[in-house]
């Protein structure tokens, strides 16, 4: 009991803590590969202090909706942080699938995008109405690709199936394996809106999703929106890094194992920044009728990443 | 004298969830009154499934009724329909033998069918039609199979066909099975047969609508589960397989329908068709699973496509008796007329809302556990050793996830255009709050929803004895702890009342450590920012034809979208124009291809037919003779 509370408080602290370092090094990484110097790479808790410290404004058109979806969306990051295998194959919620997982990423943007057609503003229902349309057609190929790596493993469980993977050491030579995880990168792409499908770094209206669905938000609110966006990103790398190379995720609880699991998850999640921040540099933002393709194409791939399991078994 | 028939449909209900209840839990019985009509008289037989059904059925008419006692105020019209319509379709679950089903069905459809035809505007006659036409192709189908299977088994009577039956050649099974199925899945709304639906709800009154929606159309579901696992005998592989593709293109075409109309009562109905397919997608695993020996699998299937019928019945009898509060209130159904209502009509908003993430799946609601438990069934197909048959499951699982993320889009939209931000018209900026005893009714339904969520332990226990009934096999889906579903011991488990308190904590989270550290400076009221414009309008608002656009442009081969812009310029100058006119009519693939056809061709039938109608009396006399000596030659 006081295990798991431990381990939870660990969880939220290093999801929380560290997604805005890892927003803020890559975007360091950017400007540098873009010969820049580029802020510091802790600009974005300076953002957030900032932020935290304003008073927000809120339109008067709008209802409990708007108010509460800030809160909304850190609860279910916190839970799905809480679901995921962070720091070892043994979250505090050790019972989640990446279905709970989905959904409850699903719930935020459910809020998300009320919010964003609560303010009366074309902008937020442009937003709102391109968002739940990435997040519909991500849907299936992350169940299918997650799938995938559950057909090897014979568990959903989370954390089952990184402790079933990180044993086989043919993994990396799977194709099955190896296409689930191209499927997986390019939805990944689309849940943490980043280049090819959003830019994260505009305020154009023609080429935004999620920057157009939060633009009512100001203060704490906008606060909360922002860090929970940097933990979703977060998150996703995290599942990308534990659940594709299972190498390094400790089994048990022990405190030296937590400290080399951390360690370990650093390291991936630096190689997949660097990897992020050099795509993000090299390729420009798809138009948004192009983005169902590429998911499309992505589904393609991980629908024949389950074909192949079948066929190897 | 309305008021009595409801408080009388409410005890109806109340007794009906009570008897079904104790015949869910096995309380067994059977009475028959063999005297009473010919073909084997009436019989009624209470199983653990009849059982549900009935709870169902009586337990979603109580809040129903309890809503409808305000709804229908002092209008006489439609409460003897109501009353009939309810214990009809208590009765169709316990009904034993081809007679008492029969007119069990009959009555339930004749009653709907009056109510649905109850406005007696041109559009309620249009729906009517359409609807009787669809229930009696469909009582056709099924009461030709059920009298095909009681010539080959002699006897009329359920429970004693699963014998015979199964001492048949496969063909004449299938013929039978495809027969019943064909029928009860045109009442449960399955496509292509659905397009009574988006028809029927709009045009019925709204707790008439709940009732059809939330429960008529389960009876369908029922039909289809009771003919292929009990009545004919082991189930080839294929009829699961059909099954599950049904179920597949039900509910992705269901939800992209339903995302694309705007018509707050007719998405509703689109919407049902696509939860019938979820439920057909568990049936049809199930079933596949029987027919390979895969058993266990087979339980936990058909628990999660039982456990979401239960769901739907009361998420959705909440979002019919809303909806019929939004209609009544601003007086039209059109999304596009509404907005701004959560200020208006908070109860109603907050009942919606509810409604809307519990039919969206989302977690901590009960519409998430019976997906999850769907899920878990179907992934677990790669235990079969037979590809055709996993690529089927792999499609519907894709299926399943698509329509989860569809849906989500789907009551975003139906939830934010019609509740949040301005009004768009005047009707929706003086809309009133609905009265006491409605808000009652949804207040019901929504307790259920949250209730079905988090005790999702104790409605798993209760529904894995009605489905080891059907598949007599080793309990595969189990409670640990009394609060952690475990399917097929440690392949997935789920704690709902984890979750709930998760997310309950992590949602005050935040808000307590601002408190605490007296960051909350009370937000400024200010007006939504507009690019310097004067005044915020309505007309500046997204649309619902607009949210939905990315769906209709990238489902195009779906929706098939024609829009037409007519532009009346200035005759000197193109630029000034005078009138813009745009229409973007949806159309039907199910129509242009096969009703339209069929009519076209049911038509030059019938006109080749006349042909004989000549109207003299001695033609007629000649035919008579005609038929007579033509069976004494032939007898």
């Given at each position: 009991m006081i295990a798991d509370a431990v381990m939870a408080l660990l969880h939220v602290i290093v999801v929380g803590a560290g997604a805005p370092l890892l927003v803020g090094s890559l975007r360091t990484l950017k400007a540098r590969l873009t010969g820049r110097r580029g802020?510091?790479?802790?600009?974005?808790?300076?953002?957030?202090?900032?932020?935290?410290?304003?008073?927000?404004?809120?339109?008067?058109?709008?209802?409990?909706?708007?108010?509460?979806?800030?809160?909304?969306?850190?609860?279910?990051?916190?839970?799905?942080?809480?679901?995921?295998?962070?720091?070892?194959?043994?979250?505090p919620l050790g019972f989640a699938g990446i279905?709970?997982?989905m959904y409850l990423f699903l719930l935020g943007t459910f809020f998300l995008a009320l919010a964003?057609?609560?303010?009366?503003?074309?902008?937020?229902?442009?937003?709102?109405?391109?968002?739940?349309?990435?997040?519909?057609?991500?849907?299936?190929?992350?169940?299918?690709?997650?799938?995938?790596?559950?057909?090897?493993?014979?568990?959903?469980?989370?954390?089952?199936?990184?402790?079933?993977?990180?044993?086989?050491?043919?993994?990396?030579?799977?194709?099955?394996?190896?296409?689930?995880?191209?499927?997986?990168?390019?939805?990944?792409?689309?849940?943490?809106?980043?280049?090819?499908?959003?830019?994260?770094?505009?305020?154009?209206?023609?080429?935004?999703?999620?920057?157009?669905?939060?633009?009512?938000?100001?203060?704490r609110y906008l606060a909360l929106v922002e860090w929970t966006s940097a933990m979703k990103l977060l998150l996703f790398l995290t599942l990308l890094a534990n659940l594709f190379f299972p190498w390094g995720v400790p089994h048990v609880r022990t405190p030296v194992a937590i400290l080399l699991g951390t360690a370990a998850l650093v390291g991936k999640l630096a190689v997949l920044t660097t990897a992020l921040a050099v795509l993000e540099t090299s390729i420009a933002k798809l138009r948004l009728f192009r983005v169902p393709e590429l998911l499309a194409g992505s589904f393609a791939l991980a629908l024949l990443s389950v074909t192949a399991v079948f066929l190897l078994r | 004298m309305?008021?009595?028939?409801?408080?009388?449909?409410?005890?109806?209900?109340?007794?009906?969830a009570a008897v079904g209840g104790a015949g869910m839990l096995g309380h067994v019985w059977h009475v028959s009154w063999p005297w009473l009509v010919p073909l084997g008289?009436?019989?009624?037989?209470?199983?653990?499934?009849?059982?549900?059904?009935?709870?169902?059925?009586?337990?979603?008419?109580?809040?129903?009724?309890?809503?409808?006692?305000?709804?229908?105020?002092?209008?006489?019209?439609?409460?003897?329909?109501?009353?009939?319509?309810?214990?009809?379709m208590l009765l169709v679950p316990v009904a034993a033998n081809t007679m008492t089903f029969a007119i069990a069905w009959e009555l339930m459809s004749l009653a709907s069918y009056l109510m649905v035809v109850q406005h007696r505007t041109r559009e309620s006659a249009h729906a009517g039609w359409v609807y009787a036409v669809m229930t009696h192709a469909a009582l056709a189908c099924w009461l030709a199979g059920m009298l095909l299977v009681g010539a080959w088994t002699g006897s009329a009577r359920f429970a004693d066909w699963a014998a015979p039956m199964s001492a048949l050649d496969a063909g004449a099974r299938s013929l039978a099975w495809a027969l019943l199925a064909a029928g009860f899945l045109v009442k449960a709304g399955a496509v292509p047969a659905h397009v009574w639906l988006p028809l029927a709800h709009p045009a019925a009154p709204s707790h008439v609508s709940a009732l059809m929606s939330g429960v008529m159309l389960k009876l369908g579901v029922y039909g289809v589960v009771r003919a292929s696992f009990t009545w004919l005998g082991p189930a080839p592989v294929w009829w699961g397989a059909t099954l599950l593709l049904l179920?597949?293109?039900?509910?992705?075409?269901?939800?992209?329908?339903?995302?694309?109309?705007?018509?707050?009562?007719?998405?509703?109905?689109?919407?049902?068709?696509?939860?019938?397919?979820?439920?057909?997608?568990?049936?049809?695993?199930?079933?596949a699973f029987q027919a390979s020996a895969a058993g266990p699998l087979a339980l936990v299937a058909l628990v999660a496509a039982l456990y979401h019928v239960v769901n739907h019945a009361a998420f959705k009898s909440l979002l019919f008796m809303a909806a019929g509060g939004v209609v009544r209130a601003t007086g039209t159904r059109d999304l596009e007329a509404m907005g701004g209502l959560v200020h208006r009509m908070p109860w109603t908003a907050a009942a919606f809302f509810l409604g809307a993430a519990a039919i969206a799946a989302l977690p901590p609601l009960n519409g998430f556990v019976s997906e999850w438990l769907m899920f878990q069934a179907l992934l677990q197909n790669v235990r079969l050793p037979m590809p055709a048959l996993n690529l089927v499951f792999t499609v519907a699982i894709a299926a399943l996830a698509l329509t989860g993320g569809l849906a989500v889009a789907c009551f975003v939209k139906a939830y934010g255009i019609a509740f949040l931000a301005l009004p768009r018209t005047?009707?929706?900026?003086?809309?009133?709050?609905?009265?006491?005893?409605?808000?009652?009714?949804?207040?019901?339904?929504?307790?259920?929803?949250?209730?079905l969520a988090v005790g999702a332990t104790g409605v798993v226990a209760t529904l894995a004895p009605i489905a080891e009934t059907l598949v007599p096999d080793a309990a595969s889906v189990s409670t640990r702890g009394g609060l952690t579903v475990d399917v097929s011991s440690g392949f997935a488990t789920l704690s709902m009342p984890a979750v709930a308190i998760a997310l309950v904590g992590a949602f005050l989270l935040p808000f307590l450590a601002l408190t605490l550290a007296r960051a909350r400076p009370s937000p400024r009221r200010y007006e939504t920012w507009g690019c310097g414009r004067l005044l915020q309008t309505a007309r500046m608002e997204y649309t619902a034809t607009a949210f939905a656009n990315p769906f209709t442009r990238v489902f195009d081969f779906v929706y098939r979208p024609v829009a037409r812009l007519d532009i009346d310029a200035h005759p000197d100058s193109r630029f000034f124009v005078q009138r813009i006119a745009y229409d973007n009519a949806p159309r039907f693939v199910v129509d242009e291809w096969l009703y339209r056809p069929a009519g076209r061709a049911l038509r030059a039938l019938a006109r080749r037919a006349a042909a004989i109608q000549s109207g003299s009396p001695n033609r007629y006399l000649a035919y008579v003779l005609a038929a007579l000596l033509l069976l004494l030659v032939l007898t």
């Amino acid at each position: 009991m006081i295990a798991d509370a431990v381990m939870a408080l660990l969880h939220v602290i290093v999801v929380g803590a560290g997604a805005p370092l890892l927003v803020g090094s890559l975007r360091t990484l950017k400007a540098r590969l873009t010969g820049r110097r580029g802020a510091p790479v802790w600009q974005p808790y300076l953002d957030l202090r900032k932020l935290f410290g304003k008073t927000p404004v809120v339109s008067v058109t709008t209802s409990w909706v708007f108010r509460a979806t800030p809160y909304v969306l850190a609860a279910t990051t916190v839970v799905a942080a809480l679901a995921a295998p962070v720091l070892s194959s043994r979250p505090p919620l050790g019972f989640a699938g990446i279905i709970l997982v989905m959904y409850l990423f699903l719930l935020g943007t459910f809020f998300l995008a009320l919010a964003g057609l609560d303010a009366g503003s074309a902008f937020g229902g442009m937003g709102s109405s391109r968002a739940v349309a990435v997040a519909a057609l991500a849907e299936p190929t992350v169940i299918l690709a997650v799938f995938a790596l559950s057909l090897q493993a014979s568990t959903t469980n989370l954390g089952g199936v990184v402790e079933r993977l990180a044993g086989d050491p043919q993994l990396a030579l799977n194709p099955a394996h190896l296409l689930a995880f191209a499927a997986f990168f390019i939805v990944m792409l689309a849940e943490a809106g980043r280049l090819p499908v959003d830019n994260p770094a505009t305020h154009l209206e023609l080429t935004m999703i999620h920057e157009a669905m939060v633009l009512e938000y100001s203060g704490r609110y906008l606060a909360l929106v922002e860090w929970t966006s940097a933990m979703k990103l977060l998150l996703f790398l995290t599942l990308l890094a534990n659940l594709f190379f299972p190498w390094g995720v400790p089994h048990v609880r022990t405190p030296v194992a937590i400290l080399l699991g951390t360690a370990a998850l650093v390291g991936k999640l630096a190689v997949l920044t660097t990897a992020l921040a050099v795509l993000e540099t090299s390729i420009a933002k798809l138009r948004l009728f192009r983005v169902p393709e590429l998911l499309a194409g992505s589904f393609a791939l991980a629908l024949l990443s389950v074909t192949a399991v079948f066929l190897l078994r | 004298m309305a008021l009595a028939g409801y408080v009388l449909a409410i005890l109806l209900g109340a007794g009906g969830a009570a008897v079904g209840g104790a015949g869910m839990l096995g309380h067994v019985w059977h009475v028959s009154w063999p005297w009473l009509v010919p073909l084997g008289g009436l019989a009624l037989e209470m199983d653990r499934l009849g059982g549900l059904f009935v709870a169902l059925v009586g337990a979603t008419s109580v809040p129903v009724s309890i809503y409808a006692v305000g709804y229908a105020g002092r209008e006489r019209r439609g409460v003897l329909a109501y009353l009939v319509f309810v214990a009809a379709m208590l009765l169709v679950p316990v009904a034993a033998n081809t007679m008492t089903f029969a007119i069990a069905w009959e009555l339930m459809s004749l009653a709907s069918y009056l109510m649905v035809v109850q406005h007696r505007t041109r559009e309620s006659a249009h729906a009517g039609w359409v609807y009787a036409v669809m229930t009696h192709a469909a009582l056709a189908c099924w009461l030709a199979g059920m009298l095909l299977v009681g010539a080959w088994t002699g006897s009329a009577r359920f429970a004693d066909w699963a014998a015979p039956m199964s001492a048949l050649d496969a063909g004449a099974r299938s013929l039978a099975w495809a027969l019943l199925a064909a029928g009860f899945l045109v009442k449960a709304g399955a496509v292509p047969a659905h397009v009574w639906l988006p028809l029927a709800h709009p045009a019925a009154p709204s707790h008439v609508s709940a009732l059809m929606s939330g429960v008529m159309l389960k009876l369908g579901v029922y039909g289809v589960v009771r003919a292929s696992f009990t009545w004919l005998g082991p189930a080839p592989v294929w009829w699961g397989a059909t099954l599950l593709l049904l179920g597949a293109v039900a509910a992705v075409s269901g939800v992209l329908y339903a995302l694309a109309d705007r018509d707050l009562q007719r998405l509703l109905a689109y919407s049902s068709v696509e939860n019938v397919g979820i439920v057909l997608i568990g049936v049809g695993a199930a079933l596949a699973f029987q027919a390979s020996a895969a058993g266990p699998l087979a339980l936990v299937a058909l628990v999660a496509a039982l456990y979401h019928v239960v769901n739907h019945a009361a998420f959705k009898s909440l979002l019919f008796m809303a909806a019929g509060g939004v209609v009544r209130a601003t007086g039209t159904r059109d999304l596009e007329a509404m907005g701004g209502l959560v200020h208006r009509m908070p109860w109603t908003a907050a009942a919606f809302f509810l409604g809307a993430a519990a039919i969206a799946a989302l977690p901590p609601l009960n519409g998430f556990v019976s997906e999850w438990l769907m899920f878990q069934a179907l992934l677990q197909n790669v235990r079969l050793p037979m590809p055709a048959l996993n690529l089927v499951f792999t499609v519907a699982i894709a299926a399943l996830a698509l329509t989860g993320g569809l849906a989500v889009a789907c009551f975003v939209k139906a939830y934010g255009i019609a509740f949040l931000a301005l009004p768009r018209t005047e009707s929706a900026a003086s809309a009133r709050e609905m009265p006491g005893s409605m808000r009652l009714g949804m207040a019901v339904a929504a307790l259920a929803c949250v209730a079905l969520a988090v005790g999702a332990t104790g409605v798993v226990a209760t529904l894995a004895p009605i489905a080891e009934t059907l598949v007599p096999d080793a309990a595969s889906v189990s409670t640990r702890g009394g609060l952690t579903v475990d399917v097929s011991s440690g392949f997935a488990t789920l704690s709902m009342p984890a979750v709930a308190i998760a997310l309950v904590g992590a949602f005050l989270l935040p808000f307590l450590a601002l408190t605490l550290a007296r960051a909350r400076p009370s937000p400024r009221r200010y007006e939504t920012w507009g690019c310097g414009r004067l005044l915020q309008t309505a007309r500046m608002e997204y649309t619902a034809t607009a949210f939905a656009n990315p769906f209709t442009r990238v489902f195009d081969f779906v929706y098939r979208p024609v829009a037409r812009l007519d532009i009346d310029a200035h005759p000197d100058s193109r630029f000034f124009v005078q009138r813009i006119a745009y229409d973007n009519a949806p159309r039907f693939v199910v129509d242009e291809w096969l009703y339209r056809p069929a009519g076209r061709a049911l038509r030059a039938l019938a006109r080749r037919a006349a042909a004989i109608q000549s109207g003299s009396p001695n033609r007629y006399l000649a035919y008579v003779l005609a038929a007579l000596l033509l069976l004494l030659v032939l007898t």
